[in-house]
């Protein structure tokens, strides 16, 4: 049973436009949450993170929302850049086991010039 | 300063052998977890390893084992290789494991004939 769910295996995004990236979890006990990018060929490398008691993280063009009552996370990429192409992992870690992240399954994003 | 490094890069095995992927994480940093990365699934834990005891263990049969020596590199070890082993393993250091994020390195890509 998948603790961290990305629904949507791949996305289609205009360059420019905003590109959105959903996670869901279902461990209430996860209390950090991080998203990973990943070219080809490469490690996942970290892109931004959110801790349980804020609801809204930025970075530049990175912006990440929690909703903890529905157990769901989103990525905002505004604008969306064609070197955005990759595959988008959400993470998560549980209070009791930092060292523990458990990973969705990844979102392959594609940026259309 | 040098990130993580995995050795070999690409690795080509057939049923029945058994196989050794090195990991030789940023310096300094003491905890190495190992992941499998297969299509669908995402990044699977496997285990942690901190000051060369073992501290995590994902839900992996016992032919995956590793173990880490005293210069935090570690070491992953799959025995009786299965077709279902083909899969991209993946190294991640951080300095106590406690604390997030955790730098990966490229991977080892396992191919089983």
């Known amino acids: 049973d998948q603790q961290v769910k990305q629904n949507s295996p791949s996305l289609s995004v205009q360059e420019g436009r905003i590109s959105i990236l959903n996670c869901d979890y279902t461990?209430?006990?996860?209390?950090?949450f991080l998203w990973y990018k990943k070219y080809p060929a490469e490690g996942p490398t970290f892109l931004i993170s959110?801790?349980?008691?804020?609801d809204k993280n930025e970075d530049g063009r990175f912006t990440v929302f929690l909703n903890k009552s529905a157990k769901h996370l989103s990525l905002h990429i505004v604008p969306s850049q064609p070197g955005d192409s990759a595959v988008y992992f959400c993470a998560a870690s549980p209070k009791t086991s930092y060292d523990k992240v458990i990973f969705g399954p990844g979102t392959s994003l594609s940026v259309i010039p | 300063k040098a990130g993580v490094t995995q050795t070999p890069r690409y690795l080509i095995k057939t049923r029945g052998q058994q196989v050794t992927l090195s990991c030789s994480p940023i310096?300094?940093?003491?905890?190495v977890s190992w992941y499998q990365q297969t299509p669908g699934q995402g990044l699977q834990f496997l285990f942690e390893y901190f000051s060369e005891t073992q501290r995590n263990k994902g839900n992996f049969p016992g032919r995956f084992s590793g173990r880490q020596f005293s210069n935090s590199r570690s070491e992953m070890n799959v025995s009786t290789l299965e077709l279902g082993d083909s899969a991209l393993y993946l190294c991640?250091?951080?300095?106590?494991?406690?604390?997030?994020?955790?730098?990966f390195g490229d991977g080892t890509r396992l191919s089983i004939l």
């Open positions: 461990n209430s006990m996860f209390d950090y």
């Open positions: 959110i801790s349980s008691i804020k």
């Open positions: 991640a250091s951080s300095f106590m494991g406690i604390e997030q994020p955790q730098h």
């Open positions: 310096s300094g940093h003491r905890s």
